[in-house]
T-cell receptor
Framework: NAGVTQTPKFQVLKTGQSMTLQCAQDMNHNSMYWYRQDPGMGLRLIYYSASEGTTDKGEVPNGYNVSRLNKREFSLRLESAAPSQTSVYFC??????????????FGNGTRLTVT | QKEVEQNSGPLSVPEGAIASLNCTYSDRGSQSFFWYRQYSGKSPELIMSIYSNGDKEDGRFTAQLNKASQYVSLLIRDSQPSDSATYLC????????FGAGTTVTVRA
């Protein structure tokens, strides 16, 4: 039972390069999220998917695209990386029941450096 | 105004003392509240969830929620060096919003 699995763990890109961060969960959760974490800024939501087939922008979506491939998988794509996208990226999943959001389960993170 | 505000810290407490962490939120309609602990270089892990006004205790941790005052707190009793970490408050509307975190250092 792996929970939330992210790949890769580390990545270095040059400005303008593209890449996709992969995320998969095996908890049968409906909702999946991508956050970025920068020093002193806490976790900021990039995109989320409330259920399979839907995606919505979060707080900081510019420069990113996402795909909810199926219920298990939610990928984040950087089309043209910029140094401002240097950050630690976390994927998470959860379920929603009524008005309540269940706790997020996080992956181990991807440390991305853009030079 | 940020949606979720935490006391900025860092907070340094002696071993065995009580660490008190505070969080305020702006959305009166929020229903779910969480405290996460994050060790340096690791992902956040859930330590407490609270949904109703009042106190909720789990071992050495107590979460307190006051929806009228839009305030949620976390008390860590008998603080241990292993409690040294950053603590994140999270509040939901249709998605979870996180505070910037409070770094706690427990001095042996």
């Amino acid at each position: 039972n792996a929970g939330v699995t992210q790949t890769p763990k580390f990545q270095v890109l040059k400005t303008g390069q593209s890449m996709t961060l992969q995320c998969a969960q095996d908890m049968n959760h409906n909702s999946m999220y991508w956050y970025r974490q920068d020093p002193g800024m806490g976790l900021r939501l990039i995109y989320y998917s409330a259920s399979e087939g839907t995606t919505d922008k979060g707080e900081v979506p510019n420069g990113y695209n996402v795909s909810r491939l199926n219920k298990r998988e939610f990928s984040l794509r950087l089309e043209s990386a910029a140094p401002s996208q240097t950050s630690v990226y976390f994927c998470a999943s959860s379920d929603i029941g009524g008005d309540r959001v269940s706790p997020l389960h996080f992956g181990n993170g991807t440390r991305l450096t853009v030079t | 105004q940020k949606e979720v505000e935490q006391n900025s810290g860092p907070l340094s407490v002696p071993e065995g003392a009580i660490a008190s962490l505070n969080c305020t939120y702006s959305d009166r309609g929020s229903q779910s509240f969480f405290w996460y602990r994050q060790y340096s270089g690791k992902s956040p892990e859930l330590i407490m969830s609270i949904y109703s006004n009042g106190d909720k205790e789990d071992g050495r941790f107590t979460a307190q929620l006051n929806k009228a005052s839009q305030y949620v707190s976390l008390l860590i009793r008998d603080s241990q060096p292993s409690d040294s970490a950053t603590y994140l408050c999270a509040v939901n509307d249709y998605k979870l919003s996180f505070g910037a975190g409070t770094t706690v250092t427990v001095r042996a």
